[in-house]
């Protein structure tokens, strides 16, 4: 009844591991005149998403699945793909954003099966991070939009 859910939370953990190791990327390569902003603000992205995590992995080994952990199932399950690295902060914030919205899509379809798998604390845990990653949007969003018109 849950293998749904967990193969579901397996693609949750994997995707979030290579978006933290994309945003620990972009805070080391990150340049330009706003630098500190910059890698301030990647570093509080992939700080957040790592602690994170943890708790998904839990969550399929309270489903009775077994969490992945090698690199290469990581590669194979997610859906957050590696990129080429570029030092610009705009580039960074949108290639970032792009796959922010995918994550931030995947779990609402993960809180969905959750729900109807009467899970409620998965669900619960997953609606969470649906808010930190709209959070992480948004702020991702205001740093690529042009304000001249405000």
Known sequence: MNDELINELKMVVASLVTFKFKAHGY?????????????????????????SIDTHAENILKLGGKAPYRLTRFTELSIVKESDVSTDPA???????????TVI????????????TRQQGVAN????????HQKWSWQLRASITNTAGI
Request: with cysteine; hydrophobic share 40%; aromatic share 16%.
């Open 105 to 116: 899509e995947f779990l609402m379809a993960v809180f969905d099966t959750a729900n109807t």
């Open 27 to 51: 805070h080391w390569n990150v340049e330009g005149p706003d630098f500190r902003q910059y890698h301030d603000f990647f570093g509080e992205i992939y700080s957040d998403v790592e602690e």
């Open 91 to 101: 580039v960074l914030c949108q290639d970032l954003l792009a796959d922010n919205e």
């Open 125 to 132: 845990y997953v609606a969470e991070r649906i808010d930190a």
